[in-house]
Protein backbone atom coordinates (compact mmCIF):
# COMPACT_ATOMS: atom_id res chain seq x y z
CA UNK A 1 0.00 0.00 0.00
CA UNK A 2 1.23 3.74 -0.71
CA UNK A 3 2.34 5.43 1.90
CA UNK A 4 -0.17 8.35 3.49
CA UNK A 5 1.13 11.58 3.30
CA UNK A 6 -0.05 15.19 4.16
CA UNK A 7 2.30 17.29 2.55
CA UNK A 8 2.08 20.32 0.49
CA UNK A 9 2.91 17.59 -2.53
CA UNK A 10 -0.18 15.50 -1.73
CA UNK A 11 -2.45 18.84 -1.13
CA UNK A 12 -1.49 20.42 -4.17
CA UNK A 13 -2.77 17.22 -6.08
CA UNK A 14 -5.97 16.63 -4.14
CA UNK A 15 -6.68 20.58 -5.41
CA UNK A 16 -6.08 20.07 -8.49
CA UNK A 17 -7.78 16.77 -8.98
CA UNK A 18 -10.75 19.02 -7.62
CA UNK A 19 -10.27 21.65 -10.21
CA UNK A 20 -10.01 19.00 -13.26
CA UNK A 21 -6.99 20.22 -13.85
CA UNK A 22 -2.99 19.01 -14.02
CA UNK A 23 0.18 19.69 -12.37
CA UNK A 24 2.69 21.69 -14.11
CA UNK A 25 6.42 19.90 -12.21
CA UNK A 26 9.23 22.24 -13.06
CA UNK A 27 13.23 21.08 -12.76
CA UNK A 28 16.17 23.26 -12.34
CA UNK A 29 19.62 22.37 -10.76
CA UNK A 30 20.46 24.19 -7.76
CA UNK A 31 23.24 26.54 -8.29
CA UNK A 32 22.83 27.38 -11.75
CA UNK A 33 24.39 29.73 -13.09
CA UNK A 34 25.13 30.60 -9.30
CA UNK A 35 23.44 29.80 -6.17
CA UNK A 36 22.76 33.82 -5.63
CA UNK A 37 20.08 33.04 -8.55
CA UNK A 38 18.01 30.05 -7.50
CA UNK A 39 15.73 31.20 -4.82
CA UNK A 40 14.73 33.82 -7.21
CA UNK A 41 14.17 31.27 -10.32
CA UNK A 42 11.91 29.48 -7.99
CA UNK A 43 10.11 31.82 -7.38
CA UNK A 44 9.85 33.11 -11.08
CA UNK A 45 9.07 29.46 -12.18
CA UNK A 46 6.28 29.73 -9.72
CA UNK A 47 4.94 33.07 -10.86
CA UNK A 48 4.77 31.31 -14.41
CA UNK A 49 2.61 28.25 -13.34
CA UNK A 50 4.84 25.96 -12.32
CA UNK A 51 2.91 23.89 -9.17
CA UNK A 52 5.74 21.84 -7.65
CA UNK A 53 9.77 22.18 -8.14
CA UNK A 54 12.11 19.84 -8.01
CA UNK A 55 16.00 21.41 -6.96
CA UNK A 56 18.30 19.16 -8.27
CA UNK A 57 21.35 18.92 -6.48
CA UNK A 58 24.23 19.39 -8.68
CA UNK A 59 26.45 16.44 -9.03
CA UNK A 60 29.87 15.41 -11.04
CA UNK A 61 28.57 12.13 -12.25
CA UNK A 62 24.82 13.15 -13.43
CA UNK A 63 24.73 9.66 -15.36
CA UNK A 64 21.30 9.94 -16.45
CA UNK A 65 21.19 13.87 -17.64
CA UNK A 66 22.08 14.55 -21.25
CA UNK A 67 24.63 17.59 -21.79
CA UNK A 68 22.28 20.40 -21.06
CA UNK A 69 21.69 19.13 -17.39
CA UNK A 70 25.33 17.64 -17.06
CA UNK A 71 26.84 21.26 -17.89
CA UNK A 72 24.52 22.56 -15.34
CA UNK A 73 25.54 20.61 -13.05
CA UNK A 74 29.48 21.81 -14.01
CA UNK A 75 28.34 25.35 -13.67
CA UNK A 76 26.85 24.55 -9.97
CA UNK A 77 29.56 23.10 -8.70
CA UNK A 78 32.27 25.55 -9.55
CA UNK A 79 30.08 27.91 -8.34
CA UNK A 80 30.39 26.21 -5.00
CA UNK A 81 26.90 24.91 -4.96
CA UNK A 82 26.58 22.67 -1.92
CA UNK A 83 23.92 20.38 -0.06
CA UNK A 84 23.56 23.23 3.00
CA UNK A 85 23.36 25.66 0.55
CA UNK A 86 20.11 24.22 -1.24
CA UNK A 87 18.74 24.07 2.08
CA UNK A 88 19.91 28.00 2.80
CA UNK A 89 17.85 28.64 -0.65
CA UNK A 90 14.75 26.30 0.76
CA UNK A 91 14.66 28.43 3.72
CA UNK A 92 14.82 31.39 1.70
CA UNK A 93 11.98 30.51 -1.09
CA UNK A 94 9.94 29.67 2.17
CA UNK A 95 10.07 33.22 3.50
CA UNK A 96 7.51 33.88 0.06
CA UNK A 97 6.27 30.90 -1.29
CA UNK A 98 4.59 27.38 0.05
CA UNK A 99 5.01 25.60 -3.08
CA UNK A 100 5.98 22.21 -3.03
CA UNK A 101 9.79 21.51 -3.46
CA UNK A 102 11.26 17.97 -4.02
CA UNK A 103 15.06 17.60 -3.74
CA UNK A 104 16.05 15.85 -6.42
CA UNK A 105 19.40 14.35 -6.41
CA UNK A 106 21.59 10.83 -7.44
CA UNK A 107 22.57 9.07 -4.05
CA UNK A 108 26.21 9.97 -3.68
CA UNK A 109 26.31 13.78 -2.37
CA UNK A 110 23.05 12.53 0.10
CA UNK A 111 25.48 9.55 1.45
CA UNK A 112 28.16 11.99 1.95
CA UNK A 113 25.67 14.39 4.10
CA UNK A 114 24.70 11.74 6.14
CA UNK A 115 21.01 10.34 5.59
CA UNK A 116 19.61 11.09 9.22
CA UNK A 117 20.90 14.38 8.95
CA UNK A 118 19.70 14.80 5.84
CA UNK A 119 16.40 13.93 6.91
CA UNK A 120 16.04 16.12 9.70
CA UNK A 121 17.29 18.65 7.85
CA UNK A 122 15.74 19.29 4.64
CA UNK A 123 12.41 19.10 6.49
CA UNK A 124 13.37 21.35 8.82
CA UNK A 125 14.16 23.84 5.64
CA UNK A 126 11.10 23.41 3.91
CA UNK A 127 11.33 20.88 1.98
CA UNK A 128 8.37 18.30 1.17
CA UNK A 129 10.00 15.17 -0.32
CA UNK A 130 13.08 13.39 -1.96
CA UNK A 131 13.74 11.47 -5.11
CA UNK A 132 16.71 9.99 -5.07
CA UNK A 133 17.24 8.99 -8.86
CA UNK A 134 19.66 5.93 -8.75
CA UNK A 135 18.32 4.45 -5.49
CA UNK A 136 17.77 0.79 -5.97
CA UNK A 137 13.72 0.45 -5.40
CA UNK A 138 14.53 -3.13 -4.27
CA UNK A 139 16.96 -1.74 -1.37
CA UNK A 140 14.68 1.61 -0.77
CA UNK A 141 12.82 0.50 2.39
CA UNK A 142 15.52 1.37 5.17
CA UNK A 143 15.89 5.13 3.38
CA UNK A 144 12.06 5.38 2.68
CA UNK A 145 11.16 4.44 6.45
CA UNK A 146 14.03 7.85 7.24
CA UNK A 147 12.67 10.07 5.34
CA UNK A 148 8.61 9.08 6.26
CA UNK A 149 9.75 9.36 10.01
CA UNK A 150 10.33 13.42 9.25
CA UNK A 151 7.42 13.27 7.43
CA UNK A 152 8.76 13.84 3.74
CA UNK A 153 7.43 12.14 0.35
CA UNK A 154 9.57 9.86 -1.43
CA UNK A 155 9.44 9.45 -5.33
CA UNK A 156 10.93 7.21 -7.71
CA UNK A 157 11.29 6.93 -11.03
CA UNK A 158 9.56 4.29 -13.19
CA UNK A 159 10.61 3.64 -17.37
CA UNK A 160 8.96 1.90 -19.85
CA UNK A 161 11.36 -0.86 -19.12
CA UNK A 162 10.62 -1.45 -15.85
CA UNK A 163 9.24 -4.79 -14.89
CA UNK A 164 5.42 -5.70 -13.01
CA UNK A 165 8.13 -6.60 -9.82
CA UNK A 166 9.33 -3.43 -10.19
CA UNK A 167 6.48 -1.15 -10.87
CA UNK A 168 4.90 -2.97 -7.52
CA UNK A 169 7.83 -1.27 -5.85
CA UNK A 170 7.66 1.84 -7.17
CA UNK A 171 4.03 1.86 -5.85
CA UNK A 172 4.80 0.40 -2.82
CA UNK A 173 7.72 3.14 -2.00
CA UNK A 174 6.53 6.33 -3.25
CA UNK A 175 4.23 9.11 -1.98
CA UNK A 176 2.05 11.89 -3.18
CA UNK A 177 2.59 10.82 -6.72
CA UNK A 178 5.02 8.36 -8.93
CA UNK A 179 7.43 9.91 -11.71
CA UNK A 180 6.84 7.98 -15.24
CA UNK A 181 9.57 8.05 -17.64
CA UNK A 182 8.04 8.48 -20.81
CA UNK A 183 10.63 6.97 -22.53
CA UNK A 184 14.58 5.39 -21.86
CA UNK A 185 18.21 6.66 -22.41
CA UNK A 186 19.06 9.90 -20.57
CA UNK A 187 17.18 13.54 -20.25
CA UNK A 188 16.56 15.88 -23.25
CA UNK A 189 14.30 17.72 -25.11
CA UNK A 190 12.29 15.45 -28.20
CA UNK A 191 10.23 16.50 -31.24
CA UNK A 192 7.61 14.68 -29.85
CA UNK A 193 6.17 12.55 -27.21
CA UNK A 194 6.78 8.70 -26.80
CA UNK A 195 4.93 5.95 -27.71
CA UNK A 196 5.84 4.45 -24.44
CA UNK A 197 4.22 6.96 -22.19
CA UNK A 198 0.47 5.97 -22.55
CA UNK A 199 1.18 2.47 -22.00
CA UNK A 200 3.07 2.61 -18.52
CA UNK A 201 0.58 5.24 -17.95
CA UNK A 202 -1.87 2.29 -18.00
CA UNK A 203 0.40 -0.68 -16.52
CA UNK A 204 0.95 1.73 -13.48
CA UNK A 205 -2.58 2.88 -12.89
CA UNK A 206 -3.35 -0.48 -12.50
CA UNK A 207 -0.83 -0.84 -9.21
CA UNK A 208 -1.82 2.35 -7.34
CA UNK A 209 -3.96 4.89 -6.79
CA UNK A 210 -0.88 7.67 -6.49
CA UNK A 211 -1.31 10.52 -8.75
CA UNK A 212 0.99 10.01 -11.82
CA UNK A 213 3.89 12.56 -13.50
CA UNK A 214 5.32 11.84 -16.91
CA UNK A 215 8.35 13.48 -17.62
CA UNK A 216 11.56 13.48 -19.76
CA UNK A 217 11.77 14.41 -23.37
CA UNK A 218 8.64 17.57 -22.79
CA UNK A 219 9.57 20.62 -24.39
CA UNK A 220 7.00 22.22 -25.73
CA UNK A 221 2.60 23.35 -25.14
CA UNK A 222 1.68 20.92 -27.80
CA UNK A 223 3.93 18.14 -25.59
CA UNK A 224 2.79 19.20 -22.10
CA UNK A 225 -0.92 19.22 -23.46
CA UNK A 226 -0.40 15.40 -24.78
CA UNK A 227 0.95 14.42 -21.87
CA UNK A 228 -1.94 16.30 -19.35
CA UNK A 229 -4.45 13.96 -21.64
CA UNK A 230 -2.96 10.89 -19.99
CA UNK A 231 -1.43 12.09 -16.97
CA UNK A 232 -1.69 14.21 -13.52
CA UNK A 233 1.11 15.93 -13.87
CA UNK A 234 3.32 17.05 -16.67
CA UNK A 235 6.98 17.13 -15.71
CA UNK A 236 9.78 19.28 -18.35
CA UNK A 237 13.38 19.66 -16.97
CA UNK A 238 15.88 20.26 -19.95
CA UNK A 239 14.16 22.94 -21.50
CA UNK A 240 13.97 24.87 -18.56
CA UNK A 241 17.82 24.01 -17.51
CA UNK A 242 18.49 25.15 -21.33
CA UNK A 243 16.93 28.18 -21.02
CA UNK A 244 18.31 29.28 -18.02
CA UNK A 245 21.45 28.35 -19.09
CA UNK A 246 20.41 30.70 -22.45
CA UNK A 247 20.29 33.76 -20.23
CA UNK A 248 22.39 33.13 -17.53
CA UNK A 249 24.37 36.21 -18.23
CA UNK A 250 21.71 38.77 -18.42
CA UNK A 251 19.62 40.51 -16.16
CA UNK A 252 16.17 39.25 -17.26
CA UNK A 253 17.03 35.64 -16.41
CA UNK A 254 14.37 35.72 -14.05
CA UNK A 255 11.81 37.22 -16.43
CA UNK A 256 12.47 35.27 -19.67
CA UNK A 257 12.10 31.95 -17.42
CA UNK A 258 8.81 33.29 -16.24
CA UNK A 259 7.70 34.15 -19.48
CA UNK A 260 8.51 31.02 -20.75
CA UNK A 261 6.81 28.75 -18.00
CA UNK A 262 3.55 30.79 -18.79
CA UNK A 263 4.04 29.28 -22.42
CA UNK A 264 4.39 25.97 -21.45
CA UNK A 265 1.82 25.81 -19.07
CA UNK A 266 -0.64 27.53 -21.22
CA UNK A 267 -2.80 24.77 -22.14
CA UNK A 268 -2.73 23.38 -18.54
CA UNK A 269 -4.87 26.90 -17.96
CA UNK A 270 -7.05 26.18 -20.74
CA UNK A 271 -8.34 23.14 -19.79
Sequence with gaps: MPLQTTTRIAG??????????KAFIAYLTGGDPSPDHTASLILALERGGAD????????????????VIQRASERALQAGTTVPKLLTIVRQVRQHSEIPIILFSYLNPLLRYGFERLARDTADAGIDGVLLTDLSVEEAAEPVNRLREYCLDTVFLAAPTSTERRLQLVAEHSSAFVYLVSRTGVTGEQVSLSQAAAPLVNRMRR????PLA???????????AQVAEIADGVVVGTAIVRRIEKYAGSADLATELESYIKELTAPLRSV
Design 12 to 21: LFQKKKAEGR
Design 52 to 67: LIELGVPFSDPIADGP
Design 207 to 210: LTSL
Design 214 to 224: VGFGISTPEQV
